[in-house]
């Protein structure tokens, strides 16, 4: 008796309405599925901590001129270094953000945005995308999830998640020390500390293997760049699958509901 498939596939949260290329891979799973049958699996990388991950660049409904926007973060220490699943949203960043986007979105997801309760970045997110209906019929794990991060086997590359001057802050390990990363070849040096496998997610080469000791997916759906550095050695048993192509793909995904 062979199992059924599992189709997965891997993104951090990507803009309060997600770029175009992480519905490209929502897209492709489905089409796979309806060819083989079986699970989607998305993998939310929330543990992520770059800001950059959220911006959403939307286009006028009559110009077309883009437009980009992210969240608002409360401080500069969680905006760089806390991971999404911790970036706390600022009371009233929702309201003043809804009242700019009738210019750019249909008027059911201005409704949805406003109906949004998450408290943080990563959980917003994937509210959205839950209210757009994008997640339906998606099992989705986080590995922000305590019991993925126990499940999941050790690797040699990692962050950790650990309280830093009033915040939680994700540090990479390197060469035995906890630093964070200022830019360049410049690094903070965090107080050594104990810490457990809940604290713990992987860094982007040792991700794969992470996530396949937890998902154990047959087949993995990525785009172009994220092809270009798996390390698929790590996971040999995996068939990969090109995300299908899309225009604009930086951009957010904003169709009319139907």
Known sequence: MTSAPVIAFGQQPCGFFPRRFLFAKFQTARRLQAEIGGEIVFFCHDSDHDPRETQTILRHRQGGAPLAMNFMF??????????LYLKRVPAGWRDKTARQLPAYVDARWVDEFRRVAATNVADF???MYGRMGLLDGMR???SSDPAVRRAAC?????????????????ARRIDGALKLHE????????PEVAFGKEQVSPARDTRLRWMQSVLRCTHYIAGAGEQAYLRKEDAPEIIYVNRDPIERS???????AP
Do not use: H, I, M, W
Request: net charge negative.
């Open 154 to 170: 050790d690797v040699p590359d990692f962050f950790v998640d650990l309280p830093y001057e009033g915040e939680v802050v994700r």
């Open 74 to 83: 409360g401080n500069r220490l969680q905006r760089k270094y806390s991971p």
């Open 125 to 127: 997110c994937l509210e």
């Open 183 to 190: 830019g360049g070849d410049s690094y903070v040096t965090l």
């Open 250 to 256: 930086d951009e957010a995904y904003t169709d009319p």
């Open 140 to 142: 989705v794990v986080r």
